[in-house]
Structures are given as structure tokens and as C-alpha cells.
């Protein structure tokens, strides 16, 4: 029998193998999924309308809470199994913080039924019922959820999808501060 005079590789080269990998997929990871959000990110309209009415007919001017603070807009729906765990984050950004939270239901169906689904949930956010989806066609929005972040009543940030706590907070600390 012929003996094998293939070097065996260490256990170290293969460790730093598998790490390239992942660095390397990581990388293109980051890469398509930025350029997917940035692609299905909202867009603010030439002329938006910042003075909206909550499903509880109290008036709200996104472009006056702005002026001060950077505001959250969320996009979201009753209907959208991604908001029912994003919303949960939303909430808790808008008992925590020292930031505006405004969020935007999207045909989720009368006030009285919106009323129901935020008191079930224990959600405490303030809300715009956006019956037929015409302020986010308006911000010609593709996807919930959807995020917007308003600062001197203009869009700083736009987002799409699961964000953590963490990286709502970063983002209006960072449209704060710049």
C-alpha cells in the first residue's frame, strides 16, 4: 500500500477558511440586502401632507413634531404577520424614548376595528388610520413594515423590514445629531 504524501491541513488553516467564507458571504450579504432596502425604501413626496388626523380625531403635524426632534414614521398593518413582531419594538421606542413615534395603519379596517387590535396587543403608539393605503402610495411605499424618520420636516432615513430596537434608536440618534 502506497502511503498518502498529501499534507493533512491544520486545524488553523481550516479555521481561517471558514471564517474568509463567512467574512466573504457576509460581505455580499450586506451588500444585496442594503441595496434591497434602498430600493424598497419609502420616498418622500415632492409636496407631502405632514398634517394628518389620528383615528382618534386628534390633529397631528408631523412637520411641527419634527422641528424639534427627529420623528419615527411607521408604516405597518393589522394584516402584516412581519408588523405584528416589529410593532412590538415600535411600542416600547415610544413609551422609552425622548423621540416622536407616529405610525400609519394601512388598510386595517375602521377606526373602531383598529381601536380593538392596538388595545388586544397593549399598543399605546399613536396612530393614523390610513383606510385605502393613500398616504403610503403617497410616500410610494412597497412593503411593511416600512420606517421613516422626519427631522426639520424632512426624510432623513428610510427603511424597510425587521429592525431591532437597538437600530431605531441608533438611526434617530444619528438624524439627531447630524
Not at 36 to 61: C, F, G, H
Not at 83 to 94: D, R, V
Not at 101 to 124: C, F, M, P, W
Not at 133 to 152: H, M, N
Amino acid at each position: 500500500m502506497a502511503a498518502n504524501n498529501k499534507p493533512k491541513k491544520s486545524l488553523k488553516h481550516k479555521g481561517l477558511s471558514a471564517l474568509k467564507s463567512v467574512l466573504v458571504y457576509g460581505f455580499i450579504f450586506i451588500i444585496i440586502y442594503t441595496t434591497i432596502n434602498w430600493w424598497r425604501q419609502p420616498v418622500m413626496p415632492a409636496n407631502p401632507q405632514l398634517q394628518l388626523i389620528d383615528y382618534q380625531d386628534k390633529s397631528i403635524n408631523l412637520g411641527k413634531i419634527s422641528q424639534s426632534k427627529p420623528t419615527l414614521i411607521y408604516f405597518w398593518g393589522t394584516w402584516c404577520p412581519i408588523c405584528s413582531i416589529t410593532s412590538e419594538a415600535i411600542n416600547e421606542l415610544a413609551k422609552d424614548t425622548h423621540y416622536s413615534i407616529v405610525t400609519i395603519a394601512i388598510k386595517s379596517g375602521s377606526d373602531q376595528d383598529l381601536h380593538r387590535y392596538l388595545i388586544e396587543n397593549n399598543y399605546t403608539f399613536t396612530t393614523i388610520n390610513d383606510r385605502n393605503g393613500e398616504i403610503f402610495a403617497d410616500w410610494q411605499g412597497q412593503v411593511t413594515p416600512s420606517y421613516i424618520i422626519l427631522k426639520d420636516s424632512k426624510m432623513t432615513q428610510g427603511l424597510t423590514g425587521i429592525q431591532p430596537l437597538w437600530s431605531l434608536k441608533l438611526r434617530l440618534w444619528l438624524s439627531e445629531a447630524f
